[in-house]
């Protein structure tokens, strides 16, 4: 039986919270969080900007990123969507990375150019 939107939310929300804790814990509070709702794709931009240069530093930070913007997409309602490509992300892949951004094959592209 594939995996129901709802349960990925929970899952994302769950991971969210975990991650959270995380950082807490670590003592780092520079998280501001995405800001849902208002100007969404400006926070977009500037908030993968901010998780390119604290993904060095921090593993969390980028995967809170990641799991924020995958959260922003069920409200957009383009969860599951490849950012690449437009098609829609396999239901598998995304039962095992909830917060992917592309499908396998835009991934594997993208993997081949590094
Ligand atoms: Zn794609």
Same mark, same amino acid.
């Given at each position: 039986m594939p995996v129901s939107n709802e349960e990925l939310r929970? !899952?994302?929300l769950q991971e969210r919270a975990y991650l959270l804790e995380q950082l807490t814990r670590s003592g780092e509070n520079e998280y501001r969080g995405a800001g849902y709702g208002n100007h969404i794709a400006d926070d977009a931009t500037e908030t993968? %900007?901010?998780a390119? %240069?604290?993904s060095l530093q921090r593993n %969390? /930070?980028?995967l809170l990123w990641l799991v924020d913007h995958a959260l922003e997409k069920f409200e957009l309602? /383009?969860?599951g969507i490849c950012e690449a490509c437009g098609a829609p992300i396999d !239901?598998? !892949?995304l039962k095992a990375l909830p917060y992917a951004l592309y499908c396998l094959d835009c991934q594997a592209q993208i993997e081949q150019r590094r």
């Open positions: 929970n !899952r994302l993968f %900007e901010q390119k %240069e604290v %969390e /930070t980028s309602g /383009t969860y !239901r598998a !892949r």
